[in-house]
Protein backbone atom coordinates (compact mmCIF):
# COMPACT_ATOMS: atom_id res chain seq x y z
CA UNK A 1 0.00 0.00 0.00
CA UNK A 2 1.45 3.56 -1.28
CA UNK A 3 1.47 5.96 1.67
CA UNK A 4 1.07 9.68 0.28
CA UNK A 5 1.47 13.11 1.91
CA UNK A 6 1.12 15.39 -0.54
CA UNK A 7 -1.62 16.29 -2.88
CA UNK A 8 0.68 16.83 -5.65
CA UNK A 9 1.14 12.82 -4.86
CA UNK A 10 -2.06 11.93 -5.17
CA UNK A 11 -3.02 13.25 -8.18
CA UNK A 12 0.15 11.62 -9.53
CA UNK A 13 -1.19 8.50 -8.68
CA UNK A 14 -4.85 9.49 -9.94
CA UNK A 15 -3.93 10.36 -12.93
CA UNK A 16 -2.07 6.85 -13.65
CA UNK A 17 -5.41 5.26 -12.29
CA UNK A 18 -7.67 7.45 -14.70
CA UNK A 19 -4.88 6.01 -17.66
CA UNK A 20 -5.62 2.57 -16.71
CA UNK A 21 -9.16 3.17 -16.63
CA UNK A 22 -9.23 2.46 -12.89
CA UNK A 23 -12.37 3.47 -10.11
CA UNK A 24 -11.06 4.42 -6.94
CA UNK A 25 -13.68 4.35 -3.63
CA UNK A 26 -12.59 6.51 -1.08
CA UNK A 27 -12.97 6.06 2.91
CA UNK A 28 -12.37 9.26 4.77
CA UNK A 29 -11.17 9.13 8.62
CA UNK A 30 -9.15 10.60 10.81
CA UNK A 31 -7.12 7.83 12.17
CA UNK A 32 -7.38 5.35 14.91
CA UNK A 33 -8.89 3.04 13.00
CA UNK A 34 -11.18 0.43 14.07
CA UNK A 35 -13.79 -2.37 12.84
CA UNK A 36 -16.09 0.36 11.92
CA UNK A 37 -13.48 2.18 9.40
CA UNK A 38 -12.81 -1.57 8.03
CA UNK A 39 -15.75 -2.62 7.41
CA UNK A 40 -16.04 1.09 5.14
CA UNK A 41 -12.64 -0.06 3.35
CA UNK A 42 -13.81 -3.83 2.95
CA UNK A 43 -17.45 -2.30 1.05
CA UNK A 44 -15.41 -0.26 -0.74
CA UNK A 45 -12.94 -2.87 -2.30
CA UNK A 46 -16.82 -4.49 -3.37
CA UNK A 47 -17.31 -0.70 -5.03
CA UNK A 48 -14.57 -0.34 -6.88
CA UNK A 49 -11.04 -1.05 -8.49
CA UNK A 50 -9.11 0.40 -5.54
CA UNK A 51 -9.90 1.52 -1.73
CA UNK A 52 -8.33 5.02 -0.52
CA UNK A 53 -8.32 5.84 3.21
CA UNK A 54 -7.19 9.22 4.12
CA UNK A 55 -5.67 9.97 8.10
CA UNK A 56 -5.94 13.44 9.07
CA UNK A 57 -7.23 14.62 12.00
CA UNK A 58 -9.29 17.95 10.68
CA UNK A 59 -8.06 21.10 12.76
CA UNK A 60 -11.26 22.97 11.31
CA UNK A 61 -13.65 20.49 12.79
CA UNK A 62 -12.95 20.92 16.37
CA UNK A 63 -13.67 23.65 18.28
CA UNK A 64 -11.89 25.47 21.47
CA UNK A 65 -11.96 23.08 24.09
CA UNK A 66 -12.49 20.02 22.51
CA UNK A 67 -9.91 16.96 22.16
CA UNK A 68 -8.35 18.02 18.92
CA UNK A 69 -4.48 17.83 20.78
CA UNK A 70 -5.41 14.26 22.36
CA UNK A 71 -6.87 12.49 19.89
CA UNK A 72 -5.60 9.63 19.36
CA UNK A 73 -2.54 9.08 16.59
CA UNK A 74 -1.58 5.90 15.73
CA UNK A 75 -0.43 6.41 12.04
CA UNK A 76 1.77 3.46 11.77
CA UNK A 77 -1.21 0.85 12.98
CA UNK A 78 -3.17 2.57 10.72
CA UNK A 79 -1.50 1.73 7.54
CA UNK A 80 -0.71 -2.44 8.78
CA UNK A 81 -4.54 -2.11 9.01
CA UNK A 82 -5.40 -0.75 5.98
CA UNK A 83 -2.47 -2.75 4.09
CA UNK A 84 -4.66 -5.91 5.48
CA UNK A 85 -7.89 -4.79 4.24
CA UNK A 86 -6.61 -4.89 0.77
CA UNK A 87 -6.45 -0.74 0.77
CA UNK A 88 -3.72 0.72 -2.37
CA UNK A 89 -3.29 3.93 -0.69
CA UNK A 90 -3.34 6.06 2.33
CA UNK A 91 -3.39 9.75 2.41
CA UNK A 92 -1.88 11.01 5.54
CA UNK A 93 -1.44 14.70 5.01
CA UNK A 94 -0.08 17.47 7.55
CA UNK A 95 -1.88 20.72 9.15
CA UNK A 96 0.27 22.28 6.51
CA UNK A 97 -0.15 20.83 3.35
CA UNK A 98 -4.17 20.68 4.19
CA UNK A 99 -4.33 24.08 5.12
CA UNK A 100 -1.41 26.34 3.98
CA UNK A 101 -2.89 28.85 5.24
CA UNK A 102 -5.99 30.10 7.42
CA UNK A 103 -8.83 29.06 4.38
CA UNK A 104 -11.04 31.97 3.41
CA UNK A 105 -13.95 29.77 2.32
CA UNK A 106 -16.68 28.68 4.00
CA UNK A 107 -18.84 25.95 3.37
CA UNK A 108 -21.85 26.52 5.78
CA UNK A 109 -24.93 23.99 5.85
CA UNK A 110 -27.18 26.67 7.87
CA UNK A 111 -30.58 24.44 8.08
CA UNK A 112 -28.96 21.24 8.49
CA UNK A 113 -26.10 21.51 10.41
CA UNK A 114 -27.38 23.44 13.59
CA UNK A 115 -29.39 20.09 14.94
CA UNK A 116 -28.48 17.37 16.99
CA UNK A 117 -24.42 17.17 17.25
CA UNK A 118 -24.40 21.07 15.63
CA UNK A 119 -25.88 22.42 17.83
CA UNK A 120 -23.57 21.87 21.02
CA UNK A 121 -20.33 21.65 18.09
CA UNK A 122 -20.64 25.02 16.77
CA UNK A 123 -18.32 25.43 14.10
CA UNK A 124 -18.09 21.74 13.53
CA UNK A 125 -20.25 20.57 10.39
CA UNK A 126 -18.51 23.57 8.62
CA UNK A 127 -14.68 21.83 9.58
CA UNK A 128 -16.31 18.73 8.29
CA UNK A 129 -18.05 19.86 5.04
CA UNK A 130 -14.50 22.17 4.18
CA UNK A 131 -12.49 18.85 4.48
CA UNK A 132 -14.13 16.52 2.44
CA UNK A 133 -15.00 19.23 0.09
CA UNK A 134 -10.88 19.64 0.40
CA UNK A 135 -10.12 15.87 -0.31
CA UNK A 136 -12.93 14.99 -2.79
CA UNK A 137 -11.16 17.91 -4.97
CA UNK A 138 -7.85 16.38 -4.20
CA UNK A 139 -8.71 12.56 -4.21
CA UNK A 140 -11.66 12.56 -7.04
CA UNK A 141 -13.03 9.27 -5.89
CA UNK A 142 -15.99 7.90 -7.79
CA UNK A 143 -17.55 6.44 -4.12
CA UNK A 144 -17.04 7.53 -1.09
CA UNK A 145 -17.95 5.65 2.17
CA UNK A 146 -19.21 7.17 5.92
CA UNK A 147 -20.33 5.11 8.63
CA UNK A 148 -24.14 5.73 9.63
CA UNK A 149 -22.36 6.36 13.30
CA UNK A 150 -22.13 9.99 12.02
CA UNK A 151 -25.83 10.51 10.77
CA UNK A 152 -25.64 13.89 10.73
CA UNK A 153 -22.32 14.18 8.46
CA UNK A 154 -23.49 12.25 6.23
CA UNK A 155 -26.56 13.85 5.68
CA UNK A 156 -24.56 17.24 5.44
CA UNK A 157 -22.01 15.49 2.85
CA UNK A 158 -25.09 14.25 0.81
CA UNK A 159 -25.97 17.77 0.30
CA UNK A 160 -22.63 19.44 -0.17
CA UNK A 161 -22.03 16.93 -2.85
CA UNK A 162 -25.20 17.77 -4.18
CA UNK A 163 -25.26 21.16 -4.22
CA UNK A 164 -21.83 21.27 -5.05
CA UNK A 165 -22.51 19.40 -8.22
CA UNK A 166 -19.34 17.17 -7.36
CA UNK A 167 -19.27 13.63 -9.35
CA UNK A 168 -19.04 11.44 -6.74
CA UNK A 169 -21.36 8.37 -5.30
CA UNK A 170 -21.81 8.67 -1.23
CA UNK A 171 -22.30 5.41 0.59
CA UNK A 172 -23.11 5.46 3.88
CA UNK A 173 -22.90 1.80 5.75
CA UNK A 174 -24.42 0.76 8.76
CA UNK A 175 -22.81 1.13 12.45
CA UNK A 176 -20.74 -1.59 13.54
CA UNK A 177 -21.29 -2.20 17.58
CA UNK A 178 -19.54 -4.29 20.29
CA UNK A 179 -20.79 -7.77 21.82
CA UNK A 180 -23.23 -5.67 23.93
CA UNK A 181 -24.18 -2.79 21.11
CA UNK A 182 -21.48 0.11 21.83
CA UNK A 183 -21.19 1.76 18.49
CA UNK A 184 -17.27 1.22 17.48
CA UNK A 185 -15.61 4.71 17.84
CA UNK A 186 -12.37 5.92 17.96
CA UNK A 187 -13.02 8.02 21.13
CA UNK A 188 -14.15 4.09 23.24
CA UNK A 189 -10.32 4.39 23.79
CA UNK A 190 -10.72 7.23 26.42
CA UNK A 191 -13.03 5.42 28.51
CA UNK A 192 -11.95 3.34 31.56
CA UNK A 193 -13.43 -0.20 32.27
CA UNK A 194 -16.09 1.45 34.28
CA UNK A 195 -16.74 4.28 31.83
CA UNK A 196 -16.96 1.83 29.11
CA UNK A 197 -19.74 -0.72 31.47
CA UNK A 198 -21.59 2.42 31.86
CA UNK A 199 -21.28 3.32 27.59
CA UNK A 200 -23.30 1.00 27.27
CA UNK A 201 -26.11 3.22 28.40
CA UNK A 202 -26.74 4.62 24.50
CA UNK A 203 -27.74 1.68 23.00
CA UNK A 204 -29.94 0.64 25.79
CA UNK A 205 -32.11 4.07 25.46
CA UNK A 206 -31.79 3.45 21.44
CA UNK A 207 -33.18 0.18 22.02
CA UNK A 208 -35.98 0.87 24.39
CA UNK A 209 -36.96 3.98 22.23
CA UNK A 210 -37.10 1.30 18.97
CA UNK A 211 -39.30 -0.83 21.13
CA UNK A 212 -41.75 1.83 22.01
CA UNK A 213 -42.33 2.60 18.25
CA UNK A 214 -42.80 -0.91 17.37
CA UNK A 215 -45.66 -1.41 20.53
CA UNK A 216 -47.35 1.62 18.53
CA UNK A 217 -45.63 5.11 20.09
CA UNK A 218 -45.48 7.89 17.81
CA UNK A 219 -44.94 11.05 20.01
CA UNK A 220 -41.59 11.91 19.63
CA UNK A 221 -41.44 14.06 22.86
CA UNK A 222 -42.53 10.10 24.45
CA UNK A 223 -39.73 8.59 21.91
CA UNK A 224 -37.25 11.51 23.78
CA UNK A 225 -38.37 10.99 27.06
CA UNK A 226 -37.92 7.19 27.16
CA UNK A 227 -34.17 7.39 26.41
CA UNK A 228 -33.29 10.19 28.26
CA UNK A 229 -34.95 7.63 31.61
CA UNK A 230 -32.99 5.07 30.15
CA UNK A 231 -29.78 7.11 30.30
CA UNK A 232 -30.34 8.24 33.47
CA UNK A 233 -30.45 4.91 35.29
CA UNK A 234 -26.27 5.17 34.43
CA UNK A 235 -25.17 7.32 37.25
CA UNK A 236 -21.98 7.50 35.10
CA UNK A 237 -23.97 9.19 32.07
CA UNK A 238 -24.57 12.54 31.14
CA UNK A 239 -26.64 13.02 28.68
CA UNK A 240 -26.02 15.96 26.32
CA UNK A 241 -28.83 15.50 23.99
CA UNK A 242 -31.96 13.11 23.07
CA UNK A 243 -33.86 13.57 20.12
CA UNK A 244 -36.21 12.17 17.67
CA UNK A 245 -35.79 13.49 14.27
CA UNK A 246 -36.84 13.69 10.45
CA UNK A 247 -33.99 11.45 8.80
CA UNK A 248 -33.61 14.11 6.03
CA UNK A 249 -33.96 17.59 7.62
CA UNK A 250 -33.24 16.33 11.03
CA UNK A 251 -36.03 18.60 12.35
CA UNK A 252 -37.73 17.31 15.50
CA UNK A 253 -40.61 15.06 14.60
CA UNK A 254 -43.84 15.63 16.85
CA UNK A 255 -45.90 12.17 15.21
CA UNK A 256 -43.52 9.95 13.78
CA UNK A 257 -44.50 8.85 10.06
CA UNK A 258 -42.69 6.64 7.67
CA UNK A 259 -39.19 6.93 9.27
CA UNK A 260 -37.85 8.74 12.32
CA UNK A 261 -34.07 9.06 13.46
CA UNK A 262 -33.28 8.02 17.20
CA UNK A 263 -30.43 9.85 18.11
CA UNK A 264 -28.05 10.61 21.18
CA UNK A 265 -24.95 12.32 22.67
CA UNK A 266 -24.33 11.88 25.88
CA UNK A 267 -20.73 12.07 28.15
CA UNK A 268 -19.61 9.20 29.53
CA UNK A 269 -16.81 10.38 32.45
CA UNK A 270 -15.13 13.09 30.09
CA UNK A 271 -15.84 11.36 26.80
CA UNK A 272 -18.83 12.57 24.25
CA UNK A 273 -20.24 9.57 22.70
CA UNK A 274 -23.18 9.99 20.15
CA UNK A 275 -24.78 6.81 18.53
CA UNK A 276 -28.18 6.76 16.61
CA UNK A 277 -31.15 4.34 14.97
CA UNK A 278 -33.07 4.90 12.00
CA UNK A 279 -36.22 3.18 12.93
CA UNK A 280 -38.82 2.67 9.71
CA UNK A 281 -42.31 2.92 10.82
CA UNK A 282 -45.11 0.25 9.65
CA UNK A 283 -47.72 2.50 7.36
O1 LIG B 1 -15.86 11.11 10.34
C1 LIG B 1 -14.68 11.52 10.41
O2 LIG B 1 -13.78 10.80 10.81
C2 LIG B 1 -14.36 12.94 9.99
O3 LIG B 1 -15.37 13.82 10.36
C3 LIG B 1 -14.04 13.08 8.50
C4 LIG B 1 -15.22 12.73 7.62
C5 LIG B 1 -12.86 12.18 8.14
C6 LIG B 1 -13.64 14.52 8.18
O4 LIG B 1 -12.53 14.93 8.92
Not at 35 to 61: C, I, K, M, Y
Not at 68 to 92: C, I, M, N, S, W
Not at 140 to 159: C, N, S, T, W, Y
Not at 230 to 247: E, F, I, K
Request: proline share 7%.
Amino acid sequence: MLVVTTIAGVRARRQELWRQGKTVAFVPTMGALHEGHLSLVRRGRELADEVWASVFVNPTQFGPGEDFERYPRHLDQDVALLTKEGAALVFAPSVKEMYPRPPEVQVTLPRLAPHLCGAHRPGHFSGVALVVAKLFNIVQPEVALFGAKDFQQAVIIRRLVEDLNVPVRIEVVPTVREADGLAMSSRNSYLAESERQQAVALWQALAAAKAAVASGERRGSELEKLMLATLRRYPGVRPQYVAAVDPETLAPVERVAGGVLLAIAAYVGNTRLIDNLLVEVPQ
